[in-house]
Nanobody
């Protein structure tokens, strides 16, 4: 079992940057596909970016490609989401999730992720 705690959210102006962190405990993140999801008010939770358990494969939603970067530090058991050129439509609660390391690429389906953090709020003002 793994526990996840997100941090780094906040209020930022459009065009600005934030770096989210997801600190894991209990088991090494190298056992899991690690993915960031987000949920805006009144909308369904959607995938943002993921990194495979091997660290060799990443996935980005079209809406964030070229602006967001997912990375991990296995020594510190932490996953990061660097968010640049933020837009008001990026406003959401961002969740970190861990899914069993099956397959070479991080899955995009919410049901594939067993462990979730509590979320961190990101607000981008125009």
């Amino acid at each position: 079992q793994v526990q996840l705690v997100e941090s780094g959210g906040g209020l930022v102006q459009a065009g600005g940057s934030l770096r989210l962190s997801c600190a894991a405990s209990g088991r090494t993140i190298a056992m899991y596909h690690m993915t960031w999801f987000r949920q805006a008010p009144g909308k369904e939770r959607e995938v943002v970016a993921g990194i495979s358990y091997s660290g060799q494969s990443t996935y980005y939603a079209d809406s964030v490609k070229g602006r967001f970067t997912i990375s991990r530090d296995t020594a510190n058991n932490t996953v990061y989401l660097q968010m640049n050129r933020l837009k008001p439509e990026d406003t959401a609660v961002y969740f970190c999730a861990a899914g069993d390391g099956m397959g070479s690429s991080p899955p995009t389906g919410i049901g594939r992720y067993r462990y979730w953090g509590q979320g961190t709020q990101v607000t981008v003002s125009s």
